[in-house]
Nanobody, 127 residues
């Protein structure tokens, strides 16, 4: 059973930056597609960024393109989300997720596609 633990959330002013990390329990992380999702109060969970198992393909929500960057370090079993120029509307609980995937498979952005989830970390952006 793959386990994921997020860290790096916090309170930041508008225009600031944060780097979220997701530490996994799996030494074969390169067999998994990974994604970051967020859920704001009263809203549905939405996909923010995802990456395929090889690290070659990425997708981003339109609202974060050019500001957020997903990356992975399979040797360290870690997935990161670098967030720049944060806005108050980025405030949410951010969760990482993973799905076992074939090499070259397109990374999905829909939450229901993912099998393994972390507990989430709060990101609050003040205006």
């Amino acid at each position: 059973q793959l386990q994921l633990v997020e860290s790096g959330g916090g309170l930041v002013q508008s225009g600031g930056s944060l780097r979220l990390s997701c530490l996994t329990s799996e030494f074969t992380l390169n067999q998994y597609g990974v994604g970051w999702f967020r859920q704001a109060p009263g809203k549905e969970r939405e996909g923010v960024a995802c990456m395929d198992s090889s690290g070659q393909k990425t997708k981003y929500a339109n609202s974060v393109k050019g500001r957020f960057t997903i990356s992975r370090d399979n040797a360290k079993k870690t997935v990161h989300l670098q967030m720049e120029n944060l806005k108050p509307e980025d405030t949410a609980v951010y969760s990482c997720a993973a799905i076992m995937a074939l090499p070259g498979a397109e990374p999905p952005m829909a939450p229901y596609e993912y099998d393994y989830w972390g507990q989430g970390t709060q990101v609050t952006v003040s205006s």
